[in-house]
């Protein structure tokens, strides 16, 4: 069974900076994208940023030029900086991958638990 693992988090200030990674386990045949989501109280869940097989990188407006998406394929691990963050950047931020699980399996979404991101003075 594949589990995606996140960790990094926490409180920081405004204009601070934190990490965040997500590792997926199990027996995994390919990945087809990795990246983060957010979801803020009260909101609907939304894109950060993704990095897609053969597409690149796709990055959220309101992140663009503060967030930077990593990935280490080896290690089935996705991982993003977070800087100069802003109290909007308060959410829930959950780990996101599309798998390939087996050669002739269909490629599946898989979301980590969440981690809580807050940003107050």
């Known amino acids: 069974q594949v589990q995606l693992v996140e960790s990094g988090g926490g409180l920081v200030q405004p204009g601070g900076?934190?990490?965040?990674?997500?590792?997926a386990s199990g027996s995994i045949f390919s990945i087809n994208?990795?990246?983060?989501y957010r979801q803020a109280?009260?909101?609907?869940?939304?894109?950060?940023?993704?990095?897609?097989?053969?597409?690149?990188?796709?990055?959220?407006d309101s992140v663009k030029g503060r967030f930077t998406i990593a990935t280490d394929n080896a290690k089935n691990t996705v991982f993003l900086t977070m800087n100069s963050l802003k109290p909007a950047d308060t959410a829930v931020y959950y780990?996101?991958?599309?798998?390939?699980?087996?050669?002739?399996?269909?490629q599946d979404d898989y979301w980590g638990q969440g981690t809580q991101v807050t940003v107050s003075s």
């Open 17 to 23: 900076s934190l990490n965040l990674s997500c590792a």
């Open 33 to 36: 994208a990795m990246g983060w």
């Open 41 to 60: 109280p009260g909101k609907q869940r939304e894109l950060v940023a993704v990095v897609t097989s053969g597409e690149g990188t796709t990055y959220a």
């Open 95 to 106: 780990c996101y991958m599309l798998l390939r699980l087996k050669l002739w399996a269909s």
